[in-house]
């Protein structure tokens, strides 16, 4: 029995050594396989050579103008008025006039045989230096057609250097760009403004005709001015007839007769874009090229700034041997699940045949190589191959969806003006009866959203996506809408208001409907269609690089040998990617021309510094904290008085005086402004319009507007109806400085917001609200403010931003001006307010403050300050706004220019609040005493009193600790500081 068992036990301990055997066997097979799978993976990875960028091809390039040219204008025809400035210039045969805007409008006058539809074409050079758009609009015989207004005249932008340095850490740095300056042809296209990138057509009657130019922004030389016969695009089987009529021996090529020329152009290599936000941007997937393990390589366009209709990147290629070439691109794309992306593709200037118009390239979040299906003759020689996004397929929806949005305000302000904004769902309203239209309008705008819904299932073929949803979700509101119309008083938060609302859902499909995020790594131009580069991942490589980037991230950079007394360290609160492209400016700029190192790091909480001081481990010098905490830091004598360096006055002359008064103790100054905040009113000027309403200029016109705003259903915003109890000093302080009540005594030793001055701006501020009926609290004024709930109101920077690019159903319904004030005695209009910014400081016990102040005063140049706004939005888009510190660089902020000059005026009007030790107890108190006069109905003096106590209790404990009072009394002064303080600095130069 016992043997019988011995026998099983090694029957089963043979089988699993043969099971044991057979799976390490099987392991061992599967690793090698995997091996020599990756192994061959990687030698055709990184296989494919791409043409290197030529220089020469700018010189050697010549552009070709397609289209027959019926009327052909000199700028010194007789036929040609307004021409005032004729000069000549380089490179260009004929003469041209200097043309800036604000100057005349150029006329020409043109005799028609016939009539006709034509296209407009140019031949000028771009004369702007800080890439600001050249805008221009047109009139035809006294009428604008759509698309004449805001023509975005084309131009070309390219990086300076395209062999990319790179920093001691071998990652790439990111290039300067620049304006190509050279005489352009082109013909003048719809572009941004419509999301349609086709021709303008210019239409012209028999007989005599006008024609009217001008110039809205922007400079330029204008040369000669073209009427182009329009041509229409044939499909490709003519195209290809007409190209054997030329050249009979040519066909398309097959494989099997291929010459096998490819070529791979790397697209962060462009040779130039007609938009300076088209970024270039470093991805890390191995199948990207360039690509190198844990180093940062630009090697693509960043799709998320490659992404508006009308957007151009532009290629050269020499090709030596004549036939047709398919065209395609290797990208992918992050966003917009399932929708396609849409291009134009241009052929040295223009589309050969109808496939090459919209061409689609179809939804992907892999890289993937997407061929042309029709391919195009290059003859011999240099080429121009253009990529133009045209979202006209999009657009086609987003117009009707536009209308209804339209629409859907005028019916919620026709509501609003009918019921007072009356939302009682007691109350019952005949709203058919005053609104006779309200049920067609309805089905009206739910059956246009059908054919929305149609025309983008067919584009995305059936697929769904999130602007599809969105679509659905307000056609279903629409018939809970329909159900019972005259209830839509009450229902209001379906129509119009709300984040659930029938408007708030369509201006979310508005927002990223026309946007064709498209990240490009490289472009193909082939006839073969065998060979391109990869475009799937290999399971064994990916882990073979997943592990070799870890290794990677152990192994230490080559940084380069500097010396310790000539590198500083600075530490800058901020996000990683202001600190990215600060360190490249600093590498490419500053370290270049003063050989001094600068180390940024990253500083999530200021509170460090104190404790960094204590344990002297204090940086050289500190970016981006706190306005505020500059005081905090320099009464514990841990910061540098920076009136001790020379230069400080000019630095000082471009800077906010009134945003000084925080960081000045005694008469010295121990920081600086970096950025630059304000606060503006902001206004609807559809509802202005419709209720009569006007901008008021002073706080009384405010209190004038308040009744009428009010009986329908609608109020004014100030911060201190923010959603916080607590009021803080930049909704307050504004009504101290307005009703010229000082804060504290001169000499700091308590607080006077008891004095006449002071009474009057806390009775004010509180009437607001008890007496005025302005609302108490107000959780979102941007949202409010969208939805019309709250037409007019005070925000700051942060709001004007948001607006801009987060509220497109109220695109051009908006505007900004100066925050209202009250008159002073000589009839002046002060209008206060507060701007907190970030600030920078140098350490006292830094050994090295001489350099860490040529890094400050670099840093805050008007130059510099420029340079990094428009890196910035280079980099990661408009949305990155830098309102630097530098009122000279402020005032070069690409926005608006009404809107530029309304915040550069109300920036003079900038004043902070003094910081006292101890006056946190008085910003407290303050709130306090609006609380109680507000909610508890306490009486204004006796609040104020309470507040004035408890603050100098709080201060005189403060300044005693801190060596300006003893036993009560003042022993020395803490002079409170003062704008004119500043203004006599300046003059003792």
Same mark, same amino acid.
């Given at each position: @029995?016992?043997?019988?068992?011995?026998?099983?036990?090694?029957?089963?301990?043979?089988?699993?050594?043969?099971?044991?055997?057979?799976?390490?066997?099987?392991?061992?097979?599967?690793?090698?396989?995997?091996?020599?799978?990756?192994?061959?993976?990687?030698?055709?990875?990184?296989?494919?050579?791409?043409? +290197?960028?030529?220089?020469? &091809?700018?010189?050697?390039?010549? +552009?070709?103008?397609?289209?027959?040219?019926?009327?052909?204008?000199?700028?010194?025809?007789?036929?040609?008025?307004?021409?005032?400035?004729?000069?000549?210039?380089?490179?260009?045969?004929?003469?041209?006039?200097?043309?800036?805007?604000?100057?005349?409008?150029?006329?020409?006058?043109?005799?028609?045989?016939?009539?006709?539809?034509?296209?407009?074409?140019?031949?000028?050079?771009?004369?702007?230096?800080?890439? =600001?758009?050249?805008?221009?609009?047109?009139?035809?015989?006294?009428?604008?057609?759509?698309?004449?207004?805001?023509?975005?005249?084309?131009?070309?932008?390219?990086?300076?250097?395209?062999?990319?340095?790179?920093?001691?850490?071998?990652?790439?740095?990111?290039?300067?760009?620049?304006?190509?300056?050279?005489?352009?042809?082109?013909?003048?296209?719809?572009?941004?403004?419509?999301?349609?990138?086709?021709?303008?057509? *210019?239409?012209?009657?028999?007989?005599?005709?006008?024609?009217?130019?001008?110039?809205?922004?922007?400079?330029?030389?204008?040369?000669?001015?073209?009427?182009?016969?329009?041509?229409?695009?044939?499909?490709?089987?003519?195209?290809?007839?007409?190209?054997?009529?030329?050249?009979?021996?040519?066909?398309?090529?097959?494989?099997?007769?291929?010459?096998?020329?490819?070529?791979?152009?790397?697209?962060?290599?462009?040779?130039?874009?007609?938009?300076?936000?088209?970024?270039?941007?470093?991805?890390?997937?191995?199948?990207?090229?360039?690509?190198?393990?844990?180093?940062?390589?630009?090697?693509?366009?960043?799709?998320?700034?490659?992404?508006?209709?009308?957007?151009?990147?532009?290629?050269?290629?020499?090709?030596?041997?004549?036939?047709?070439?398919?065209?395609?691109?290797?990208?992918?794309?992050?966003?917009?699940?399932?929708?396609?992306?849409?291009?134009?593709?241009?052929?040295?200037?223009?589309?050969?045949?109808?496939?090459?118009?919209?061409?689609?390239?179809?939804?992907?979040?892999?890289?993937?190589?997407?061929?042309?299906?029709?391919?195009?003759?290059?003859?011999?020689?240099?080429?121009?191959?253009?990529?133009?996004?045209?979202?006209?397929?999009?657009?086609?929806?987003?117009?009707?969806?536009?209308?209804?949005?339209?629409?859907?305000?005028?019916?919620?302000?026709?509501?609003?003006?009918?019921?007072?904004?009356?939302?009682?769902?007691?109350?019952?309203?005949?709203?058919?009866?005053?609104?006779?239209?309200?049920?067609?309008?309805?089905?009206?705008?739910?059956?246009?959203?059908?054919?929305?819904?149609?025309?983008?299932?067919?584009?995305?073929?059936?697929?769904?996506?999130?602007?599809? =949803?969105?679509?659905?979700?307000?056609?279903? =509101?629409?018939?809970?809408?329909?159900?019972? +119309?005259?209830?839509?008083?009450?229902?209001?938060?379906?129509?119009?208001?709300?984040?659930?609302?029938?408007?708030?859902?369509? #201006?979310?499909?508005?927002?990223?409907?026309?946007?064709?995020?498209?990240?490009?790594?490289?472009?193909?131009?082939?006839?073969?269609?065998?060979?391109?580069?990869?475009?799937?991942?290999?399971?064994?490589?990916?882990?073979?690089?997943?592990?070799?980037?870890?290794?990677?991230?152990?192994?230490?950079?080559?940084?380069?040998?500097?010396?310790?007394?000539?590198?500083?360290?600075?530490?800058?609160?901020?996000?990683?990617?202001?600190?990215?492209?600060?360190?490249?400016?600093?590498?490419?700029?500053?370290?270049?021309?003063?050989?001094?190192?600068?180390?940024?790091?990253?500083?999530?909480?200021?509170?460090?510094?104190?404790?960094?001081?204590?344990?002297?481990?204090? +940086?050289?010098?500190?970016?981006?904290?706190?306005?505020?905490?500059?005081?905090?830091?320099?009464?514990?004598?841990?910061?540098?008085?920076?009136?001790?360096?020379?230069?400080?006055?000019?630095?000082?002359?471009?800077?906010?005086?009134?945003?000084?008064?925080?960081?000045?103790?005694?008469?010295?100054?121990?920081?600086?402004?970096?950025?630059?905040?304000?606060?503006?009113?902001?206004?609807?000027?559809?509802?202005?319009?419709?209720?009569?309403?006007?901008?008021?200029?002073?706080?009384?016109?405010?209190?004038? @507007?308040?009744?009428?705003?009010?009986?329908?259903?609608?109020?004014?915003?100030?911060?201190?109806?923010?959603?916080?109890?607590?009021?803080?000093?930049?909704?307050?302080?504004?009504?101290?400085?307005?009703?010229?009540?000082?804060?504290?005594?001169?000499?700091?030793?308590?607080?006077?917001?008891?004095?006449?001055?002071?009474?009057?701006?806390?009775?004010?501020?509180?009437?607001?609200?008890?007496?005025?009926?302005?609302?108490?609290?107000?959780?979102?004024?941007?949202?409010?403010?969208?939805?019309?709930?709250?037409?007019?109101?005070?925000?700051? &920077?942060?709001?004007?931003? =948001?607006?801009?690019?987060?509220?497109?159903?109220?695109?051009?319904?908006?505007?900004?001006?100066?925050?209202?004030?009250?008159?002073?005695?000589?009839?002046?209009?002060?209008?206060?307010?507060?701007?907190?910014?970030?600030?920078?400081?140098?350490?006292?016990?830094?050994?090295?403050?001489?350099?860490?102040?040529?890094?400050?005063?670099?840093?805050?140049?008007?130059?510099?300050?420029?340079?990094?706004?428009?890196?910035?939005?280079?980099?990661?888009?408009?949305?990155?706004?830098?309102? #630097?510190?530098?009122?000279?660089?402020?005032?070069?902020?690409?926005?608006?220019? !009404?809107?530029?000059? *309304?915040?550069?005026?109300?920036?003079?009007?900038?004043?902070?609040?003094?910081?006292?030790?101890?006056?946190?107890?008085?910003?407290?108190?303050?709130?306090? !005493?609006?609380?109680?006069?507000?909610?508890?109905? *306490?009486?204004?003096?006796?609040?104020?009193?309470?507040?004035?106590?408890?603050?100098?209790?709080?201060?005189?404990?403060?300044?005693?600790?801190?060596?300006?009072?003893?036993?009560?009394?003042? *022993?020395?002064?803490?002079?409170?500081?003062?704008?004119?303080?500043?203004?006599?600095?300046?003059?003792?130069?």
């Amino acid at each position: @029995m016992k043997t019988s068992m011995q026998v099983a036990e090694r029957e089963i301990m043979s089988k699993l050594k043969r099971i044991n055997l057979i799976s390490a066997s099987i392991i061992t097979l599967c690793v090698i396989w995997g091996i020599i799978s990756a192994y061959q993976y990687s030698k055709g990875l990184h296989n494919n050579i791409s043409l +290197p960028f030529n220089e020469a &091809f700018y010189d050697t390039y010549l +552009p070709k103008s397609e289209g027959k040219v019926i009327y052909d204008f000199h700028i010194t025809d007789p036929a040609v008025e307004g021409v005032i400035d004729v000069q000549s210039i380089e490179n260009y045969e004929d003469k041209v006039v200097h043309w800036s805007s604000g100057k005349d409008e150029i006329v020409l006058h043109v005799v028609a045989k016939t009539a006709g539809n034509y296209e407009l074409r140019l031949e000028y050079q771009p004369l702007i230096s800080d890439f =600001q758009q050249i805008s221009m609009s047109l009139l035809v015989n006294g009428k604008k057609e759509e698309g004449y207004e805001n023509i975005r005249l084309l131009t070309k932008y390219r990086y300076q250097d395209y062999e990319f340095k790179t920093n001691d850490k071998g990652n790439h740095i990111f290039p300067e760009q620049e304006l190509l300056g050279n005489i352009m042809v082109e013909t003048l296209n719809k572009g941004s403004i419509t999301h349609d990138p086709s021709p303008i057509i *210019v239409k012209v009657n028999q007989g005599e005709n006008e024609i009217r130019l001008k110039l809205n922004s922007g400079s330029l030389y204008l040369g000669r001015i073209s009427l182009v016969e329009q041509e229409e695009l044939v499909d490709f089987e003519t195209y290809q007839k007409q190209i054997a009529n030329i050249n009979p021996n040519v066909k398309i090529n097959e494989n099997e007769d291929s010459i096998g020329e490819t070529f791979l152009l790397e697209a962060e290599q462009f040779y130039y874009k007609n938009n300076i936000d088209i970024s270039i941007v470093s991805k890390t997937n191995y199948l990207l090229s360039p690509y190198k393990t844990n180093r940062v390589l630009l090697n693509s366009i960043d799709g998320t700034t490659f992404k508006n209709s009308g957007d151009q990147i532009s290629y050269y290629i020499d090709i030596k041997n004549p036939g047709f070439y398919s065209i395609g691109v290797r990208g992918f794309m992050l966003t917009k699940q399932n929708s396609p992306v849409f291009m134009d593709v241009k052929v040295d200037g223009s589309i050969p045949f109808k496939e090459f118009c919209q061409a689609r390239f179809e939804y992907s979040q892999k890289l993937k190589n997407q061929l042309l299906q029709t391919p195009v003759y290059l003859e011999k020689g240099i080429h121009e191959i253009s990529f133009v996004l045209n979202g006209k397929p999009y657009y086609v929806a987003s117009s009707d969806i536009e209308i209804i949005v339209d629409e859907i305000n005028q019916l919620a302000m026709d509501i609003k003006k009918l019921t007072g904004n009356n939302q009682d769902k007691k109350r019952e309203w005949d709203l058919t009866e005053y609104l006779p239209t309200l049920v067609s309008d309805l089905s009206k705008w739910e059956n246009t959203l059908k054919g929305v819904e149609a025309k983008l299932l067919e584009v995305t073929n059936g697929e769904s996506t999130e602007e599809i =949803q969105n679509i659905r979700f307000s056609m279903k =509101q629409l018939e809970k809408l329909m159900q019972d +119309p005259n209830r839509i008083p009450s229902k209001l938060s379906i129509l119009s208001q709300g984040s659930s609302s029938i408007l708030e859902m369509l #201006s979310k499909v508005l927002l990223t409907l026309n946007l064709q995020e498209f990240t490009l790594d490289q472009i193909i131009v082939t006839n073969s269609r065998e060979g391109l580069p990869e475009d799937h991942k290999n399971l064994f490589y990916s882990m073979y690089e997943g592990v070799h980037r870890f290794v990677k991230s152990f192994e230490k950079k080559n940084v380069k040998a500097t010396k310790e007394e000539n590198t500083i360290d600075i530490w800058v609160k901020n996000s990683r990617q202001y600190i990215d492209v600060l360190q490249s400016l600093v590498d490419e700029s500053f370290t270049e021309k003063t050989g001094i190192q600068v180390n940024l790091s990253l500083m999530n909480d200021q509170g460090k510094l104190t404790l960094a001081n204590a344990a002297n481990k204090q +940086p050289d010098g500190v970016l981006g904290i706190d306005s505020f905490y500059v005081n905090d830091l320099a009464v514990r004598g841990s910061l540098t008085d920076l009136r001790e360096f020379d230069g400080i006055n000019e630095v000082l002359e471009d800077v906010a005086k009134g945003s000084l008064m925080q960081m000045i103790i005694d008469d010295k100054l121990y920081g600086l402004p970096q950025t630059q905040d304000f606060y503006i009113l902001f206004y609807r000027k559809d509802i202005f319009e419709e209720f009569g309403f006007e901008v008021p200029q002073t706080w009384d016109e405010v209190l004038l @507007m308040l009744p009428a705003l009010q009986r329908n259903g609608m109020n004014f915003y100030t911060p201190l109806s923010g959603e916080s109890a607590f009021k803080s000093w930049p909704s307050t302080m504004p009504f101290y400085a307005q009703f010229g009540a000082d804060i504290y005594k001169k000499d700091g030793s308590g607080t006077i917001i008891d004095s006449d001055e002071g009474l009057q701006a806390m009775k004010f501020m509180t009437e607001l609200f008890k007496i005025y009926g302005m609302p108490i609290q107000i959780k979102n004024f941007y949202n409010n403010f969208r939805f019309g709930e709250t037409p007019i109101g005070v925000g700051n &920077f942060p709001v004007y931003i =948001q607006l801009k690019n987060g509220a497109p159903e109220i695109n051009n319904r908006w505007g900004v001006a100066l925050l209202p004030g009250r008159k002073n005695e000589d009839g002046e209009i002060e209008r206060w307010c507060t701007g907190g910014s970030q600030a920078v400081a140098i350490f006292e016990k830094s050994a090295k403050k001489d350099k860490a102040w040529e890094f400050m005063k670099w840093w805050l140049s008007e130059e510099i300050q420029t340079q990094y706004t428009e890196r910035l939005q280079n980099i990661y888009g408009k949305e990155y706004l830098w309102n #630097s510190g530098n009122l000279k660089a402020l005032s070069q902020m690409p926005i608006e220019p !009404a809107d530029l000059e *309304v915040i550069m005026e109300q920036v003079q009007w900038v004043k902070e609040a003094p910081k006292l030790p101890g006056g946190y107890f008085t910003e407290r108190e303050v709130s306090n !005493a609006w609380n109680k006069i507000v909610f508890d109905d *306490v009486d204004v003096r006796t609040a104020v009193d309470d507040a004035v106590m408890i603050s100098n209790r709080e201060i005189t404990r403060k300044l005693e600790e801190f060596g300006y009072m003893k036993n009560g009394e003042m *022993v020395k002064p803490y002079l409170v500081p003062t704008i004119e303080d500043v203004e006599r600095w300046l003059k003792d130069e």
